[in-house]
Protein backbone atom coordinates (compact mmCIF):
# COMPACT_ATOMS: atom_id res chain seq x y z
CA UNK A 1 0.00 0.00 0.00
CA UNK A 2 1.29 3.17 -0.76
CA UNK A 3 1.00 6.02 1.29
CA UNK A 4 0.71 9.79 -0.08
CA UNK A 5 0.81 12.68 1.75
CA UNK A 6 0.07 16.34 0.33
CA UNK A 7 1.46 19.49 1.89
CA UNK A 8 2.16 23.61 1.06
CA UNK A 9 -1.87 24.29 0.59
CA UNK A 10 -2.77 27.47 2.02
CA UNK A 11 -4.36 30.74 1.44
CA UNK A 12 -3.23 33.46 -1.31
CA UNK A 13 -4.10 36.57 -3.03
CA UNK A 14 -4.52 36.01 -6.72
CA UNK A 15 -1.64 36.02 -8.61
CA UNK A 16 0.10 34.84 -6.23
CA UNK A 17 2.34 31.64 -5.78
CA UNK A 18 1.84 28.49 -4.21
CA UNK A 19 4.72 25.35 -4.07
CA UNK A 20 2.77 21.64 -3.34
CA UNK A 21 4.46 18.98 -2.19
CA UNK A 22 3.66 15.14 -1.93
CA UNK A 23 5.99 12.82 0.14
CA UNK A 24 4.98 8.79 -1.37
CA UNK A 25 6.36 6.15 1.08
CA UNK A 26 7.75 4.22 -2.18
CA UNK A 27 8.83 4.93 -6.02
CA UNK A 28 5.79 4.99 -7.98
CA UNK A 29 5.75 4.60 -12.03
CA UNK A 30 3.36 7.70 -13.25
CA UNK A 31 1.95 10.29 -10.34
CA UNK A 32 -0.20 13.59 -10.88
CA UNK A 33 -2.27 16.39 -9.34
CA UNK A 34 -6.15 16.69 -9.67
CA UNK A 35 -8.13 19.01 -7.79
CA UNK A 36 -11.82 19.36 -6.62
CA UNK A 37 -13.97 22.69 -5.91
CA UNK A 38 -16.91 22.73 -3.97
CA UNK A 39 -19.73 21.16 -6.18
CA UNK A 40 -17.58 20.27 -8.74
CA UNK A 41 -15.78 16.94 -9.99
CA UNK A 42 -12.36 15.77 -9.53
CA UNK A 43 -9.94 17.12 -12.35
CA UNK A 44 -6.94 16.09 -13.64
CA UNK A 45 -4.64 19.04 -13.00
CA UNK A 46 -0.84 17.60 -14.23
CA UNK A 47 0.25 14.37 -14.69
CA UNK A 48 4.23 13.00 -14.53
CA UNK A 49 5.95 10.12 -15.49
CA UNK A 50 8.92 7.75 -14.51
CA UNK A 51 11.48 10.50 -15.67
CA UNK A 52 10.79 13.99 -16.91
CA UNK A 53 7.65 13.13 -19.16
CA UNK A 54 5.11 16.06 -17.90
CA UNK A 55 1.80 17.01 -18.99
CA UNK A 56 -0.49 19.43 -18.25
CA UNK A 57 -4.08 18.04 -17.86
CA UNK A 58 -6.23 21.10 -17.68
CA UNK A 59 -5.71 24.04 -20.29
CA UNK A 60 -6.37 26.38 -17.86
CA UNK A 61 -3.37 25.86 -15.88
CA UNK A 62 -0.79 25.73 -18.80
CA UNK A 63 1.87 28.08 -18.39
CA UNK A 64 1.06 28.87 -14.57
CA UNK A 65 1.99 25.08 -13.48
CA UNK A 66 4.57 22.36 -13.04
CA UNK A 67 4.58 19.26 -11.94
CA UNK A 68 7.96 17.33 -11.51
CA UNK A 69 9.10 14.85 -9.17
CA UNK A 70 12.33 13.90 -7.48
CA UNK A 71 12.78 10.55 -7.56
CA UNK A 72 15.42 9.88 -5.04
CA UNK A 73 13.42 11.50 -2.21
CA UNK A 74 9.89 10.22 -3.61
CA UNK A 75 8.67 13.69 -3.94
CA UNK A 76 6.02 15.44 -6.09
CA UNK A 77 6.23 19.22 -6.41
CA UNK A 78 3.37 21.17 -7.68
CA UNK A 79 4.44 24.64 -8.50
CA UNK A 80 1.33 26.94 -9.27
CA UNK A 81 2.32 30.46 -10.52
CA UNK A 82 -0.59 33.20 -11.24
CA UNK A 83 -3.12 31.83 -9.13
CA UNK A 84 -6.62 32.60 -9.59
CA UNK A 85 -9.65 32.59 -7.68
CA UNK A 86 -10.90 29.86 -9.92
CA UNK A 87 -7.92 27.25 -9.12
CA UNK A 88 -9.53 27.46 -5.54
CA UNK A 89 -9.61 23.49 -5.02
CA UNK A 90 -8.24 20.98 -2.76
CA UNK A 91 -5.65 19.60 -4.60
CA UNK A 92 -5.22 15.65 -4.25
CA UNK A 93 -1.71 13.53 -5.27
CA UNK A 94 -2.05 10.24 -6.84
CA UNK A 95 -0.32 7.40 -7.80
CA UNK A 96 -0.09 4.25 -9.84
CA UNK A 97 2.36 1.61 -9.77
CA UNK A 98 1.21 0.42 -13.23
CA UNK A 99 -0.39 1.27 -16.46
CA UNK A 100 -3.88 0.78 -16.17
CA UNK A 101 -5.22 1.07 -19.07
CA UNK A 102 -6.90 4.84 -18.78
CA UNK A 103 -5.32 8.09 -19.84
CA UNK A 104 -3.28 9.39 -17.72
CA UNK A 105 -5.41 12.29 -16.58
CA UNK A 106 -8.32 10.26 -16.12
CA UNK A 107 -8.83 9.65 -12.04
CA UNK A 108 -9.25 5.94 -12.57
CA UNK A 109 -5.55 5.45 -13.92
CA UNK A 110 -4.60 5.93 -10.10
CA UNK A 111 -5.44 3.42 -7.44
CA UNK A 112 -3.43 5.54 -4.74
CA UNK A 113 -4.28 8.73 -3.21
CA UNK A 114 -3.47 11.33 -0.44
CA UNK A 115 -5.82 13.03 1.73
CA UNK A 116 -5.52 16.28 -0.03
CA UNK A 117 -4.85 20.02 0.91
CA UNK A 118 -6.79 23.20 0.82
CA UNK A 119 -5.69 26.09 -1.70
CA UNK A 120 -7.84 29.09 -1.31
CA UNK A 121 -7.43 32.14 -3.73
CA UNK A 122 -9.01 35.40 -2.60
CA UNK A 123 -9.27 37.86 -5.34
Known amino acids: QVQLVESGGGSVQAGGSLKLSCTASEYTYHMAWFRQAPGKEREGVAI????????VCADSVKDRFIISRDNAKNVLYLQMNGLQPEDAAIYYCAASRMNSGFPWCHRQAYNYWGQGTQVTVSS
Open 48 to 55: IGPSTDAA
